[in-house]
């Protein structure tokens, strides 16, 4: 069996991607579920200590997932998901970005040189009853400058999608007992 939680950031010049591998206790259709559907994406998805509310979910080629996300303290900002594949249960290729309230792509509120738009390969995998999730992407459309301070991002990203993923082992252990 693999690595249960691989971080790797790879790449250099105008190539940077970050790939992630998680093993998860659950089977594959629950994991896709829970990426896919909106009171479970609620439950887990984000930054940690961050409460979750779905604007819009529309899981197709062309559709959009446009959330926001509140710290306890109440400084809230938005996200998105554009959809570019959906093969139900194993792949879903998406575009993030920052947004603002009504959905529309903006700057990151903590750097005017995260890049606009990072593209990310998710596939799920069925292995003994557990599900192996391999997530990967990196920028599109973006400056050296975005794609450099994307790199240096490594350190946070690995500790943000770590609470991430936490959060959903925590959740998914709700179901699977």
Known sequence: MM?????EMTGNGSEVQ?????IVKAP?????SVWTQPEHLAAWWGPTGMELTVKSLDVRPGGIFHYGMKSP???EMFGRFSYREVEAPTKLVYVTS???SEGNIIRAPFSAVFPLEIITELTMTEEDGHTVITMKGG????TEEEIAFYASMKGSMEQGF???FKQLDEYLAKFTG
């Open 3 to 7: 690595k249960q939680n691989a971080f």
């Open 18 to 22: 970050l790939e992630i591998t998680r």
């Open 28 to 32: 594959l259709e629950l994991v896709y």
């Open 73 to 75: 303290e109440g400084f």
């Open 98 to 100: 920052f947004a603002d």
């Open 139 to 142: 920028p599109i459309n973006a």
């Open 162 to 164: 770590g609470g991430t």
